[in-house]
Protein backbone atom coordinates (compact mmCIF):
# COMPACT_ATOMS: atom_id res chain seq x y z
CA UNK A 1 0.00 0.00 0.00
CA UNK A 2 3.43 2.39 1.10
CA UNK A 3 4.52 1.73 -2.64
CA UNK A 4 1.14 2.17 -3.94
CA UNK A 5 1.36 5.84 -2.59
CA UNK A 6 4.87 6.69 -3.40
CA UNK A 7 4.25 5.45 -6.82
CA UNK A 8 0.80 8.43 -7.12
CA UNK A 9 3.06 11.20 -5.51
CA UNK A 10 6.08 10.41 -7.73
CA UNK A 11 3.47 9.98 -10.82
CA UNK A 12 2.54 13.92 -9.55
CA UNK A 13 5.32 15.24 -9.23
CA UNK A 14 6.46 14.46 -12.72
CA UNK A 15 3.26 15.59 -13.77
CA UNK A 16 3.46 18.93 -11.94
CA UNK A 17 6.97 19.29 -13.15
CA UNK A 18 5.47 18.75 -17.20
CA UNK A 19 3.06 21.06 -15.96
CA UNK A 20 5.01 23.57 -15.30
CA UNK A 21 7.45 23.23 -18.24
CA UNK A 22 4.46 24.11 -20.73
CA UNK A 23 2.97 26.91 -18.35
CA UNK A 24 6.40 28.18 -17.86
CA UNK A 25 8.61 27.85 -20.79
CA UNK A 26 6.68 26.42 -23.97
CA UNK A 27 3.37 28.97 -23.60
CA UNK A 28 5.18 32.21 -22.66
CA UNK A 29 7.70 31.04 -25.87
CA UNK A 30 4.83 30.51 -28.26
CA UNK A 31 3.25 34.04 -27.26
CA UNK A 32 6.64 35.32 -27.87
CA UNK A 33 6.91 33.97 -31.30
CA UNK A 34 3.23 34.62 -32.61
CA UNK A 35 4.09 38.05 -31.48
CA UNK A 36 7.11 38.49 -33.18
CA UNK A 37 5.85 37.01 -36.19
CA UNK A 38 2.76 39.41 -35.89
CA UNK A 39 5.47 42.46 -35.90
CA UNK A 40 6.82 40.78 -39.36
CA UNK A 41 3.46 40.86 -40.70
CA UNK A 42 2.86 44.47 -40.11
CA UNK A 43 6.27 45.45 -41.05
CA UNK A 44 5.71 43.56 -44.47
CA UNK A 45 2.38 45.41 -44.88
CA UNK A 46 3.87 48.80 -44.16
CA UNK A 47 6.28 47.72 -47.20
CA UNK A 48 3.72 46.47 -49.40
CA UNK A 49 1.69 50.03 -48.68
CA UNK A 50 4.89 51.92 -50.08
CA UNK A 51 5.62 49.86 -52.70
CA UNK A 52 2.09 50.88 -54.02
CA UNK A 53 2.15 54.48 -53.15
CA UNK A 54 6.09 54.53 -55.18
CA UNK A 55 3.93 53.20 -57.98
CA UNK A 56 1.04 55.17 -57.83
CA UNK A 57 3.38 58.05 -57.90
CA UNK A 58 5.63 57.11 -60.87
CA UNK A 59 2.54 55.84 -62.92
CA UNK A 60 0.61 58.96 -62.49
CA UNK A 61 3.87 61.48 -62.64
CA UNK A 62 3.23 63.34 -59.34
CA UNK A 63 6.08 65.10 -58.49
CA UNK A 64 4.80 67.63 -55.90
CA UNK A 65 1.35 66.84 -53.28
CA UNK A 66 -0.48 67.97 -50.18
CA UNK A 67 -0.91 65.81 -47.29
CA UNK A 68 -2.65 65.75 -43.70
CA UNK A 69 0.68 64.01 -41.39
CA UNK A 70 -0.54 62.66 -38.00
CA UNK A 71 1.74 64.44 -35.91
CA UNK A 72 0.70 62.16 -32.92
CA UNK A 73 -2.33 61.68 -30.81
CA UNK A 74 -4.50 61.77 -33.57
CA UNK A 75 -3.30 65.30 -34.07
CA UNK A 76 -2.75 66.22 -38.17
CA UNK A 77 -1.21 68.82 -40.15
CA UNK A 78 -1.18 69.61 -43.44
CA UNK A 79 2.23 69.34 -45.20
CA UNK A 80 3.39 70.03 -48.70
CA UNK A 81 5.72 67.85 -50.61
CA UNK A 82 7.37 70.57 -53.57
CA UNK A 83 9.77 67.45 -54.64
CA UNK A 84 8.12 63.78 -54.36
CA UNK A 85 11.33 62.21 -56.45
CA UNK A 86 13.11 61.64 -53.31
CA UNK A 87 11.63 59.81 -50.41
CA UNK A 88 13.19 58.98 -46.59
CA UNK A 89 12.70 55.69 -45.92
CA UNK A 90 12.94 54.16 -42.55
CA UNK A 91 15.51 51.41 -42.81
CA UNK A 92 15.40 50.24 -38.83
CA UNK A 93 17.32 51.01 -36.26
CA UNK A 94 15.90 54.73 -36.07
CA UNK A 95 17.82 55.64 -39.70
CA UNK A 96 16.14 56.94 -42.66
CA UNK A 97 17.56 57.19 -45.90
CA UNK A 98 17.09 59.04 -49.07
CA UNK A 99 16.18 57.28 -51.84
CA UNK A 100 14.74 57.89 -55.52
CA UNK A 101 11.78 55.97 -56.56
CA UNK A 102 13.74 53.19 -58.06
CA UNK A 103 16.33 53.06 -55.28
CA UNK A 104 13.58 52.29 -52.58
CA UNK A 105 11.69 49.80 -54.72
CA UNK A 106 15.12 47.79 -55.12
CA UNK A 107 15.69 47.97 -51.06
CA UNK A 108 11.75 47.09 -51.02
CA UNK A 109 12.25 44.13 -52.63
CA UNK A 110 14.84 43.33 -50.47
CA UNK A 111 13.33 43.85 -47.47
CA UNK A 112 10.40 41.87 -48.43
CA UNK A 113 12.49 38.47 -49.49
CA UNK A 114 13.67 39.01 -46.12
CA UNK A 115 10.51 39.52 -44.71
CA UNK A 116 9.33 36.62 -46.02
CA UNK A 117 12.33 34.67 -44.56
CA UNK A 118 11.50 35.74 -40.92
CA UNK A 119 7.85 34.59 -41.43
CA UNK A 120 8.78 31.59 -42.63
CA UNK A 121 11.30 30.90 -39.48
CA UNK A 122 8.87 31.85 -37.36
CA UNK A 123 6.17 29.64 -38.96
CA UNK A 124 8.22 27.04 -38.12
CA UNK A 125 9.23 27.63 -34.96
CA UNK A 126 5.64 27.96 -33.82
CA UNK A 127 4.76 24.66 -35.41
CA UNK A 128 7.69 23.34 -33.23
CA UNK A 129 6.46 24.98 -30.03
CA UNK A 130 3.22 23.41 -30.46
CA UNK A 131 4.13 20.20 -31.47
CA UNK A 132 6.29 20.25 -27.80
CA UNK A 133 3.27 20.82 -26.05
CA UNK A 134 1.13 18.50 -27.63
CA UNK A 135 4.38 15.45 -26.64
CA UNK A 136 4.28 17.07 -23.23
CA UNK A 137 0.63 16.89 -22.93
CA UNK A 138 0.80 13.29 -24.47
CA UNK A 139 3.03 12.27 -21.62
CA UNK A 140 1.19 13.75 -18.94
CA UNK A 141 -2.09 11.45 -20.43
CA UNK A 142 0.60 8.50 -20.23
CA UNK A 143 1.83 9.00 -16.68
CA UNK A 144 -1.83 9.81 -15.81
CA UNK A 145 -3.08 6.51 -17.56
CA UNK A 146 -5.82 7.84 -19.21
CA UNK A 147 -7.23 6.61 -22.45
CA UNK A 148 -5.97 8.66 -25.75
CA UNK A 149 -8.41 11.27 -27.15
Request: proline share 2%.
Amino acid sequence: MAMAAAEARLRQEKVKKFEDFVDRRLKPDLVNAIAQRDNLFQQQKTFLDLKKNIENLEKNGVTSMRSMVNLGSEVYMQAEVPDTRHIFVDIGLGFHVEFTWQEALQFISVREARLARQIDEYTHLIASIKAQIKMVCEGIRELLQLPAE
